[in-house]
Structure formats: structure tokens, C-alpha cells
């Protein structure tokens, strides 16, 4: 990592996404080379050029340059326009992958961002899109980002072929507010999703029964819908997913999934996303580690004051995250337990003080 004035310099083609987010939302140019140079096909695969490619429909002049074998690029960013956006995903990655970077970079657009996506729905790899809808975007909520906040499933799209759409509506806001979320609560209700295309419709309650005979040892309140798309609207391919949602008394969301997979049956799917629910509540904290990104960036852009949030421990990817967030804003933040006195509490507590970041492309509306 080095730094030329304000040119931030990467290698390596990890942590792409966010690092493209921080770029534009900072105003730093940022250049990343080595992109798989020693790969025996070297360079960007193609989500990463689509994802590229979404950057520059949602902005307005950024300037993205990629060299000839694909194994370096210069982004120069431009402002955050929103408006209307139309996308098409390659099937190799999940909507997710791109609705991750992009719900950073919409509250603070010129106009409300309308995004409709096309492409697979939910795979192993990102966030489906029910995960983003009843888990990510209440995240957002905690920030006041809420006011016409929308993610539409309108067709189902499981790989490899996918065919699914969704519609994501965000509003914009002029400055993020300042969080203080250190208590964590008891879990008073679980709700749940189970989806099912182009398989038996018994399949969802299958998942559903096997859920509840783990989870109604634990609490009573258990909500599980089953949602069975039909025709069209179940894309193109075969499959069938369970998404859970674990609510406490404070608004702390822990997350979890599984996806169908071949010679796995509906049960032990239910049972893996059921497992690792629990295994996310245990980890404790109020915000899941699927999470810990989204919800550190947008402290980092607070108003000028000190937000905390009680976690569990850093992945890889939030320790490098956090590295990164000093690159580009020059902020840090300090991490400590939250209880010294007891070995074997694992949560932390994370603070920063704010940058005061301003959305100065909504003035210009």
C-alpha cells in the first residue's frame, strides 16, 4: 500500500468492492495492480468489470481505466448521480455481490437511486437478496436511512442460469447520523424465508419443519414463510433457500442462510442455516458479521461526533477494511472488550469519531 499525494495504491484483487465504494465516497482516485498476475488466466474476471461497469451508470464522470491484460485499473471518481439504472449481472457471482458495494454508495447520490437488477437471486458465495432485504437495509435504518428504503424480488433467479430481477429504491439523505449501539438485548423473535422455483412446493415446508425442530426448543415467537414463485417469476433454473432473521429486544438483527446444493436434501439445508443462526447468536454483539462493514463505513461518514457499536470479533476482511478506511479518511478506529474483566467475553467495542461527511451532490439537485 503506498501513497502518491492523494492517489491510494493497491494490489492484489481482494476487497475489490469495497475499496471501489471508498474511493468514490472519499473522492480519492485509487489504482490497483497485480490483479491475478500470476494467474493462469490473469486480470479481472468478468463481475468485477460488470461491477465497474454499475460503478459508472450510478456516478456521473468517473473515469475508470484498465490496462491491456486486465491486470491493473485506475478509478478517478466522479459524483454519485442516482436516477433510474438498469443492470445485468453475469451469472458467475449473485446479485448480492453487487448490491453490497452499491447500497453504500446510494443515500449519498444526487437523486434517489431506482435500480433494477437482473441476474441470480441467491447463491453460496453473497448475501441473497432476502438477506439484504430484511437484514441489510434495516442496518441502514439505524443511520436514518429509511424514508422510501425498498428492495423488490420480482423474479426468482437461482444459479447457474439464473433469470431473476430485483428493484432497489433508496433515498438520499444529507448526512448519516451518529450511532451508539452497545446493547446487545435478548432475541425475542425469529422470522424466516423459505423459497422455493421449479422444485415440488413441498420442499419450502420441508425446510420450514425442519427449522422449528430445532429453533422451538429455544422461543416460541417463530414466524417461517414459505414463499413458492411460480411460471415466470421463478427464473430459470431449479433451487430452493432458507433465510432467517433473529430479532432481539434492543433491534439487533443476527442473519443466516443455506442454499439448495446438489445431493443435499431440503432438511439438512434447513438444519445448516438453522446452525449457523445459532452459532451467529452466540458470537453476540448487535450487529452479525456479514454486517460489520457495512455498518463501519457508514460510522466512519456520522457527523462529527463518536459512534460505537458492540461486535463480535474482526474477520480478515473487517481488519482489512479497517486499514483501508485509514487510507482513504485518515480515520481509526479504537477497538476494545467489552468487558476486561471476564477471559472469555470475545466482543468488542468499536468507536470512531465521525468524518462529518456531507452529501454535497444532493445540494446540487
Not at 72 to 85: D, H, N, Q
Not at 248 to 275: F, K, M, Q
Amino acid at each position: 500500500m503506498a501513497q502518491a499525494g492523494s492517489l491510494v495504491h493497491y494490489s492484489g484483487h481482494q476487497y475489490f468492492r469495497h475499496r471501489l465504494a471508498l474511493s468514490i465516497l472519499s473522492g480519492k482516485p485509487v489504482k490497483i495492480d497485480k490483479i491475478r498476475s500470476d494467474d493462469k488466466n490473469p486480470g479481472l474476471r468478468d463481475f468485477e468489470i460488470s461491477l465497474l461497469r454499475l460503478m459508472e451508470k450510478i456516478t456521473n464522470g468517473t473515469v475508470i481505466e484498465i490496462s491491456i491484460t486486465g491486470t491493473a485499473i485506475l478509478l478517478k471518481p466522479g459524483i454519485i448521480s442516482g436516477g433510474p439504472v438498469v443492470h445485468d449481472c453475469p451469472l458467475s457471482r449473485s446479485i448480492g455481490y453487487f448490491l453490497e458495494a452499491v447500497i453504500l454508495l446510494a443515500p449519498f447520490a444526487k437523486k434517489p437511486l431506482q435500480l433494477t437488477i437482473r441476474g441470480i437471486t441467491s447463491d453460496d458465495n453473497d448475501l441473497s437478496a432476502d438477506l439484504i432485504r430484511i437484514a441489510s437495509l434495516p442496518h441502514l435504518q439505524l443511520f436514518g436511512i429509511s424514508d422510501g428504503l425498498e428492495l423488490r424480488i420480482k423474479r426468482r433467479g437461482a444459479p447457474p442460469a439464473g433469470g431473476g430481477e430485483v428493484q432497489f429504491l433508496c433515498p438520499v439523505v444529507k448526512q448519516v447520523k451518529t450511532i451508539n449501539f452497545n446493547e446487545p438485548g435478548k432475541i425475542k423473535r425469529i422470522r424466516g424465508i423459505a423459497h422455493a422455483v421449479h422444485v415440488s412446493p413441498q420442499f419450502s415446508n420441508r425446510m420450514i419443519e425442519s427449522c422449528r425442530s430445532i429453533l422451538n426448543r429455544y422461543i416460541p415467537d417463530i414466524y417461517l414463510y414459505s414463499d413458492v414463485y411460480k411460471g415466470d417469476e421463478s427464473g430459470k433454473s431449479p433451487g430452493y433457500a432458507l433465510t432467517l432473521v433473529a430479532e432481539s429486544t434492543t433491534s439487533v438483527i443476527h442473519c443466516a442462510e443455506a442454499t439448495s446444493r446438489p445431493g443435499i436434501s431440503p432438511e439438512d439445508t434447513a438444519l445448516d442455516a438453522t446452525r449457523s443462526l445459532l452459532s451467529e447468536i452466540e458470537r453476540g454483539g448487535c450487529v452479525d458479521q456479514k454486517h460489520q462493514s457495512l455498518v463501519l463505513i457508514l460510522m466512519v461518514l456520522g457527523s462529527e461526533d463518536v459512534g460505537r457499536c458492540r461486535m463480535a470479533e474482526p474477520t480478515p476482511r473487517t481488519i482489512q477494511l479497517l486499514r483501508d478506511i485509514k487510507d482513504f479518511f485518515g480515520t481509526s478506529f479504537k477497538i476494545v472488550a467489552v468487558d476486561p474483566s471476564d477471559p472469555d467475553c470475545t466482543q468488542l467495542l468499536y468507536s470512531c469519531y465521525g468524518t462529518g461527511y456531507v452529501n454535497a451532490n444532493r445540494t446540487l439537485a
